[in-house]
């Protein structure tokens, strides 16, 4: 029989957000606006997605495997979902397994009313805190780490809300930024490092907590800061409070999604993605000069890196890539045959821009190294003359924890060949990746901070900002670059 | 109650072609290969598509409302279209209403065997032989115009295959490229004008039939010539055959493919569609320069052409509008309240990209104007100093008859309003659109032959050159252009 | 992998009658009326159900796989039926083969306008007649006879309705039983032998056509008679009016309707069905007396009989064997232990109402034997002393080709062992089936008149009552009985 | 627009019991027998039904809206669910609400392993309960009492799981019939009053727990004896043992079970169902006789009892009401025109076996009245001559709250009316209940022993044999009947 599966060139060779989360306090219609701005935070996320929303006395909750503009654009969906207040989340299937019973935000009657909670990251002790709780007698029903936030705050001994949610949050480690849902309030919360985005943003008035900064442009709000890392923050009918829960360290934001995760238009502490990716671009000329016709983009996600490396390098940029607008995540791969033929389902190569030419190829990064393969070879079958890669990051040697899923590092292909090595695989005329301190410098930082890296990179560097309890299989192995950089959370 | 329709904003104002067809001959797996080369053709209609396969005594048919990849990915789908002959069609879903009825290709068992037929046009007399065959007494199944030809095939009072089907598009007026399947052989054919594309395609010696030659290149397919306008070529066992069933004429293909319908990837008679459309962006900086800081393009539809003008006006191309990828056709409008509040739900405009500057923004056409009136505004609101709107083919003043979807006259911008009111329509600083001389220019025309013009331009310049007679509800009126194999209508 | 069939000792081991048909004629909501009346006559076939309706300018179709309540109570289904005028039907999958293109009404805009058909019943000449009209290019979209009936109207060169469905109906051999609708008219038409059941109905001075009057019943509506064998009665504003088209025949209703396929609380030509088969039961008993504790019937079907028989010969009747009412048409046969586990999906014999007794178990009619093996195991399992099987019909020995399924003769118990070894087969002490002579009696005659035999029983006799052209393969063979207009197959 | 509900005269008007449990312990394909044998239980509750099988690792979940035969036969369903243990449930949708989460069995790893259970009955403290638990920090998924056990096992201080399992049951008031299944052993339990049936069967050394014996005769396994009232049943590899945790107390099964909701081939306590619905027949022509022509019965609940009237009373027993077997649950009710016209959607009345006679109708109780005003003027309109109620059980008079879906008492019409003035309102000729002693009578009881009931009869007396604190708002109201009895759970 038949696989229903990816073909080989056609994977979708990228690491993935797992989440994007938003919420709207005080605003009629509050889950069609929720539903818009799922739908603008749909690249973190396209697996299932839910709204939960409050009235006033009752919540309202709707999960669909999907994307949003399949299930939540659909009148009688989104008219069930009554009240002026919701929070709604957007997720990647990876973490904690499919299903619908794994689809947030997770909801709960607690003992002082409902709590509805969305989170976007990954927790690095989840199992551990679980087999506690479960010796306690909680009851898990998904397999998500969230759940156990909620389950913290359930448990909790304090009396009020914030309190209970404070007790909970300083329990876990790793990567949070979360939106939760009382019958009272709205919080938003980051953990200390900040490693997530969360902004916050208004609208008439109303206050808005969201992933990136494209979720409020889509409905018109204004963008009015940052969540700080370290920060909760409650809005209620009166308006803010902020706490600062945790012992203060320096934030170390994802690096990442300047790369890739965020969309082009979103900002994220006053950094404009599409610019950032730009001035990666024409760093990368800077770091890896070629004599070459064109520049030709992986699209979609190489474009800015390879209009900025084209303005820097005086070589014509140049479509030569067209993409399927319609690609679906699996195909047929009937027989052998069809298979070994090498269908094109997502990107075709136009020879006409490409024969004859020396081809300066721009993506944004190397995970495994068969789609760079695949690209490289149709290039050349399209007749390039010579065909240079430029990869907009540096070589990704590490899985990442934090909430974005990637495969183990014997998977990644710099994680077990040199540059040359790779260049070979693939069969580029030259490669080169940008470097981490270009990287850094593309941020406007005068290089990285080894002592106090301003960003997390671990996927590059190997130097995880937090301990990973559940990894270490022991709660005393402490990680070095924890200790070194002085700060944790305990 | 909610209603579920396109925010006006969001409509995608644009004409549509209605459809793309595929056939192989003598290939295993031949089903799962037009199903591969349908997702290739997804741009030419995305409501439905069906696969019709022949195993060498019996007929498969499967059809199914939405995409390629939802539907023909299914192994038990494609499983059930045995054998080594297929054809396909995917459809855009106007013409003659939707339903299942009406996805193609139509089978039939007529009297000497099964006759499957799938067709790219529209025939402009099909109500007129529908109404005489009903008086016979045949029973239609569908509204769809392609029935007809089914219909006169099988009334036809000739003996063989070959002469009944020569019989019958003998009595059609309009745009058809067909593509047949019967128990012996595979027929392609195109109108005596050749309105419509059809290319002619080899995989390892099985022949291919296709609307466009980026459905060759998805499988490796090697592209043999265009299949000629009034050509009839049959293939079977032995190879190809070629008829010319129809008077002799010059050819007059749809100009408008190179504007917007086709892929940038494909060719036609020898013209790249993207170096036309590059060609037809350089010709219009040409006509209508302008002093800026920027060109962005209205993606994707105008990013060649407004690449195109980049280069040779020597202005920087951005990429200033981000299209949102998870963009389906209806999204929430659940109150009066939400609509107004114009949402984004496809576009965002980038700040940082357009803050203070002078924008050359590139689209390939005008229809209705509401997305351009939008679209500026949007552009406006992120700070641009000046908006100079540039539109890469002529003012649109004319419904198509030929298979595409179009509004009625009335409602075409340009069709009532001169290009000064235009230009306050969408509140642009400045607009200009490509002449009809540039048009022909670039596709390396002196200029447009007005006694016998080399395309067909009806949308620009209401230059039908074919009778309508369902139009004309008199079967009397002969169309001057028909009569003059060469004239035109004026 | 398991197999998902129905388990041996489940398998409805009956005939099956193919459809049941109904129309109103000028009534506010008549397609809810119609769904009512379908509902009602669910008994003859589970399939599938069609409604067409007519609102004095437009048709509406809706046809769909599955129960009247499943699809037909849907309030969006039927407001999309307007209109007072409406008819409709429901199948049983065999005849022609399953899928939404065989599911009745049949409807198609004629040259003079719309016409729906609904059949119940089989035509012995269909592939005959489709042949024809296919060298005539007339096109099927179904594999089903009905459908040559809408041709032949098509065709007709008669000028107006009734006389161009005249003139299809004459062609026509077999069975049939049909319902039309046209924009002027409401048809009723039984073929000349009168073979399926057509009732008129009257609701509040709206005509009503039906297969059984428990399709008048179910809406309260008046039975006024039954339509006449060979009559074609037509319903328009104005009233009835009555045409003989055919050739005058004696009658031959199916027997088998009264043994089985109608409903009991309906009545066919003056005979209520429960009371003709208490009656059976009575005649049972009279001819195959046994001394015996109880009688129990095989439920539903063998009932009434067993009523009949219990009060004839003064043994109690008793409800030995238990239903469960939620028996679908399949269940899992996982693997071959639980195969051979004999599991009882349907039926369970209730030890204690049998242990120790001498059981008479009444069954309607012996198909395949399997059944009434399994049953009878069962009712000895359960204690019984001894069992005696007495069945409502005598053997049935031939296939039916109007309009019911059945297996080929080769299947047929009867057609294969003589009554001793049926006996043995089922291994009851012993099984005494009606016999022919008592069969009419049960129904006021005489006995069977061999000459001109009052109804069809070509089941039990092979006697069938019209040609079976598409089965002997030859259109010069003529049936003797419809030459002789009276005669019989002998 | 048009309402999708329950016509009125079609409701079904009867007490519904809530739930069938079913489990088995060592048997290969576990799971297909465990929907075998709810599928013999499927008339204990339609709306949704699960499965949990457990294959010596791993635990396997299916939940599904529907029947049994629409959702467990399908075999990817079934071969999802490995192993040779299971437990499963069948539900009736009232308790708890609908939706998925309430679909039995509940599952939930706990610290030691993971836990299934399925509940037939309801709890009178379980809001209680749960109350508390949430103080505590427990997390309720579901609305369903059932999860209130769960979570009891779950937060219990004891050690093994026996142990956990005793410490929660031992806080339970109300009807429990439990099956529970961990990674060791199954567990079955009764509340102390033994109010819902569970017996203890064998298939070939394979322990079963099931709710009827019918369940055991599908699969063709052995009764083994009912498990005791106050009895846990523990089955492990090596056998089963025994525990008694409650305070021992007479026993108090629903009699109710006997009157409608068991199987009538199911036996309880050594009383066959059937066999007593005869007795009660028989006692209810004793105590209201009649000079009458036929008796009949509403089918098909009230079969059985009739059938012991009209041989006790020595009148003809007749199927004179028809019942439509292809009754879904709703039906259209499109117009106020139809809803007035009184379709006979599950019933009709047959006029030949009634016309002109007096009827004895039998039907099994009186809920709110409707049905059985509906059908004695069904059974008027066919022309009886007289029309004399029966009713095979006492006046329903008060709610039950052990697990069976009853009207608010209000609704209830022996409630609110005489039995005068009950005849007035069905408006029968004369209506004659069966006395609560002859009741106990039909049982071999000498009569109800007030002091000690022998049974639960409290829909009928009113008498609740447990503390309904829920109910009383109070945990220290103690309802008299239930102290005067002498026996309480504390």
């Known amino acids: 029989m038949a696989d229903e599966c990816i073909l080989p060139d056609e994977a979708d060779d990228h690491f993935h957000d797992e989440c994007g989360v938003f919420g709207i306090f005080g605003r009629k219609d509050a889950a069609a606006i929720v539903a818009l701005g799922l739908h603008a935070l749909q690249h973190r996320g396209q697996e299932a997605a839910g709204i939960v929303s409050f009235d006033g006395s009752q919540f309202f909750v709707e999960r669909h495997i999907g994307l949003i503009s399949d299930n939540f654009t659909k009148p009688a969906v989104i008219e069930r979902l009554h009240g002026s207040r919701a929070i709604g989340h957007t997720r990647y299937a990876t973490a904690g397994g499919s299903g619908l019973r794994n689809v947030q935000p997770f909801f709960a009657e607690l003992a002082d009313g409902g709590f509805a909670i969305a989170h976007n990251g990954n927790l690095t002790n989840a199992s551990t805190i679980q087999r506690t709780l479960q010796k306690q007698g909680s009851i898990f029903s998904s397999t998500s780490d969230t759940e156990t936030i909620l389950h913290l705050v359930a448990t909790s001994k304090e009396k009020d809300t914030n309190a209970r949610f404070i007790d909970g949050v300083r329990q876990l480690e790793g990567a949070f930024s979360l939106v939760a849902l009382t019958n009272k309030k709205m919080i938003g919360c980051r953990d200390p490092l900040g490693i997530r985005p969360l902004v916050l943003g208004d609208l008439d008035g109303s206050y808005i907590l969201a992933s990136e900064t494209c979720a409020l442009d889509i409905i018109g709000a204004r963008y009015v800061r940052d969540v700080k890392p370290g920060e909760m923050i409650v ?256």
Chains 1, 2, 3, 4 share one sequence.
Not at 238 to 251: A, I, L, M, V
């Open 235 to 490: 809005i209620t009918d009166h308006g803010t409070e902020s706490f600062f829960p945790f012992e203060p360290q320096s934030s170390r934001f994802c690096i990442f999604e300047y790369v890739y995760f965020a969309r082009p238009d979103s900002s994220v502490e006053g950094h404009n993605v599409y610019e950032v990716r730009k001035r990666i671009g024409a760093q990368l000329a800077l770091e890896h000069p070629v004599d070459a016709d064109i520049v030709i983009p992986v699209p979609d996600s190489g474009t800015p890196a390879a209009i900025g490396f084209a303005q820097a390098a005086g070589i014509p940029f140049e479509l030569g890539i067209i993409r399927n607008h319609y690609v679906g995540r699996t195909f047929i791969q009937p027989t052998d045959s069809i298979r070994h033929m090498g269908v094109k389902l997502k990107h075709n190569a136009n020879r006409r821009s490409i024969e004859g030419k020396r081809v300066v190829l721009v993506d944004d990064s190397i995970v495994r190294g068969t789609t760079s393969q695949k690209i490289v070879q149709m290039v050349r079958d399209a007749g390039a003359k010579e065909v240079h890669m430029r990869i907009a990051s540096p070589p990704t040697r590490a899985p990442c924890f934090y909430g974005v899923d990637t495969p183990s590092a014997s998977k990644l292909l710099a994680s077990r060949m040199t540059t040359e090595e790779m260049t070979d695989f693939i069969r580029a005329n030259s490669l080169g990746f940008l470097s981490i301190e270009g990287l850094y410098r593309a941020l406007d930082e005068a290089g990285r901070n080894n002592e106090a890296p301003q960003y997390c990179d671990a996927c590059f560097t190997k130097d995880y900002p937090t301990r990973l309890t559940d990894q270490e299989g022991s709660e005393n192995l402490r990680h070095p670059s924890v200790l070194a950089a002085g700060g944790h959370n305990s």
